[in-house]
């Protein structure tokens, strides 16, 4: 017997001894019980971003900031619109754009940076754009996980340890980022050393 | 294209359960994975080529998620391999123990083997289904086999060398 045959042989024996036949209609029925879950999250996703995009408009009617700038989202160079509003002492975003799929994104967020001496002051553009440039760690529904940063891509999916860390050093950039990823609980980054979780 | 999840069960429900089976090594989370594979195929709208894409799918996102679980649950897999498969009637001592020493592999070294065994995956093909690239399989088949090779040769000698003890 080859060792493909024996191979063969014991996985026959494996799945005949231990597997148990599966039904479709209860695979449909799992699946309602998914599509009612994401339509939960979607539903909450829906008044953030209603919330988000009414302050927006409001903050636009003060005399907001509305530039065209090209990021990189997930390794694709997108055009992006920025809209910025200064509200105080911080900064409210949207950047919207159009994904490789065609569909409309908005990302949102916001944020307030201390001077020398102490006090409050909105972020700059620059700032902004830093974060959104930032690297993302994107898990993918085939379990897969990457991280991007700029053109570069990287999939990580076995780079976890047993703690569900993982240590990953970009080079795209000018200098080298080392990020410290720990699985489905946020990241890291440091220009000279890896950041102990 | 897409086929209804009847037929998919009934021709590829035992491949994912082998290919879950390969990298968790524990029936109960790899009929899990088959489950979890099989919900996310029949609520994702993802148009395919042919039948042969469709499976290659199935086999990548099961092990995949095989993959999570191990990492999620790594505490659970305290039973040892031997436990596991102690009642399970195999055709010969032979193919139980070439199947306890390919179980025993480094997870990356078994997955690209049961790929080339089980399904007779091509290398391009592992390579595809692991998205890595098709040195990196060649490596993971050769290491792995030679590994194999070694114990099984280690066994052997076990096996003669009681064999001579008790004779003496």
């Not at chain 1, 409309?104 to 307030?112: A, L």
């Not at chain 2, 306890?100 to 091509?122: K, S």
């Given at each position: 017997m080859t060792d493909r045959e024996k191979y063969k042989s014991a996985v026959e024996a494996v799945a005949s001894?231990?597997?148990?036949?599966?039904?479709?209609?209860?695979?449909?029925?799992?699946?309602?019980?998914?599509?009612?879950?994401?339509?939960?999250?979607?539903?909450?996703?829906?008044?953030?971003?209603?919330?988000?995009?009414c302050g927006a408009a409001y903050a636009a009617d003060l005399g907001g900031?509305?530039?065209?700038?090209?990021?990189?989202?997930?390794?694709?160079l997108t055009d992006v619109t920025l809209d910025i509003s200064n509200n105080g002492s911080y900064s409210e975003y949207t950047a919207s754009f159009t994904d490789a799929e065609g569909n409309?994104?908005?990302?949102?967020?916001?944020?307030?940076a201390y001077d020398f001496f102490g006090k409050e002051r909105p972020l700059t553009e620059e700032e902004i754009l830093e974060e959104l440039n930032a690297p993302e760690v994107v898990y993918e529904d085939d379990g897969s996980v990457w991280?991007?940063?700029?053109?570069?891509?990287?999939?990580?999916?076995?780079?976890?340890?047993e703690d569900g860390v993982c240590y990953v050093k970009l080079t795209g950039g000018k200098k080298p980022i080392y990020m410290t990823i720990q699985y489905q609980g946020g990241y890291a980054t440091s220009r000279s050393r890896y950041v102990t979780p | 294209m897409r086929l209804p999840l009847?037929?998919?069960i009934d021709r590829y429900q035992k491949n994912l359960f082998a290919a879950a089976y390969n990298v968790c090594a524990n029936a109960q989370d790899a009929e899990d994975v088959v489950q979890?594979?099989?919900?996310?195929y029949y609520s994702s709208n993802k148009q395919f080529n042919d039948e042969e894409h469709i499976k290659a799918w199935l086999l990548r996102v099961a092990i995949n998620k095989a993959k999570d679980v191990t990492r999620r649950f790594r505490w659970k897999n305290t039973v040892s391999l031997e436990e596991l498969t102690t009642d399970i009637p195999f055709e010969d001592p032979e193919v139980e123990t070439?199947?306890?020493?390919?179980?025993?592999?480094?997870?990356?070294?078994?997955?690209?083997?049961?790929?080339?065994?089980?399904?007779?995956?091509?290398?391009k093909d592992i390579a595809k289904c692991l998205q890595i690239s098709e040195g990196s399989v060649k490596m993971r088949l050769s290491r792995g086999r030679d590994l194999l090779k070694e114990r099984l040769t280690e066994d052997d000698d076990?096996?003669?060398?009681g064999k001579i003890q008790k004779c003496g």
């Open positions: 001894s231990k597997m148990h036949q599966l039904e479709a209609s209860d695979i449909m029925k799992n699946s309602k019980k998914t599509f009612r879950f994401k339509g939960l999250v979607i539903a909450v996703a829906a008044v953030i971003l209603l919330v988000g995009a900031i509305q530039s065209k700038v090209q990021l990189w989202f997930q390794g694709e409309p994104r908005q990302i949102m967020g916001g944020g307030v991280v991007y940063s700029g053109s570069e891509k990287v999939e990580i999916t076995d780079m976890f340890n | 009847e037929l998919l979890d594979t099989l919900i996310q070439f199947f306890d020493e390919v179980m025993n592999l480094p997870e990356q070294y078994r997955v690209a083997i049961h790929l080339f065994y089980y399904e007779d995956m091509a290398v076990n096996d003669r060398s």
